[in-house]
């Protein structure tokens, strides 16, 4: 179903109104009632009128109509489209590059080109991962190493204090290195544990 999205009555109400008119109500009578402008009422009882008995029982004479114009002058020619899209395939150029090869404006081109469907070609098939593996487990392990700050008390994400001491300020906790093994073998697996060293300086 096509309908206006400001449109004042959906299918049903449209439906109502112009049975409302069929049974002798005035325009302005069924204005007032259905909250429309006299106009709309006319527009839609002269549609009703018009439609043929197919478009009655399918209420399709009350889908709001397009709004594009019956006849464009201006409107480039078939062979023209046609020449424009062929370019577009060939050479995969924007609109402004296309006004310089085709002569025709670049919002004109962009708007051909949305209507085909060529504004946003397909992208390319990407490339199959490449993966890697060692034949022998244990051959090539790969470390991580990732470094976790320590600290003295909770801070105040828990305790809400912010305040700290010259003492607290000056002192060095340190840091701790975790240290992660991965095999590359034919069945990825992780280290079952993962050693902490206090320094990076430590022998792993």
Known sequence: MELHRNAKLGLSGRFALVQA??????????????????????????????????????LSCLLDRSSRPRRMPRLLSAKEQRRICAVRRQTGWGPRLLTVRTGYPHSTIAKLLKRHGLSCPPRP???PERRYEWPCPGDLPQMDVTLYARFQRPGHALTGDRRSSA?????????????AIVDAGPTPRTARCASCWPSGASAT
Do not use: I, M, N, Q
Request: proline share 2%.
């Open 125 to 127: 098939a990407r490339e």
């Open 167 to 179: 003492a607290e300020k000056r002192a060095r906790v340190g840091y701790d290195y975790a240290h």
């Open 21 to 58: 008119r069929a049974g002798g109500l005035s325009v302005r009578e069924a204005a007032r009632r259905f909250s429309v402008s006299p106009a709309t009422v006319s527009r839609w009882s002269c549609r009703w009128r018009a439609a043929s008995e197919a478009e009655r029982r399918s």
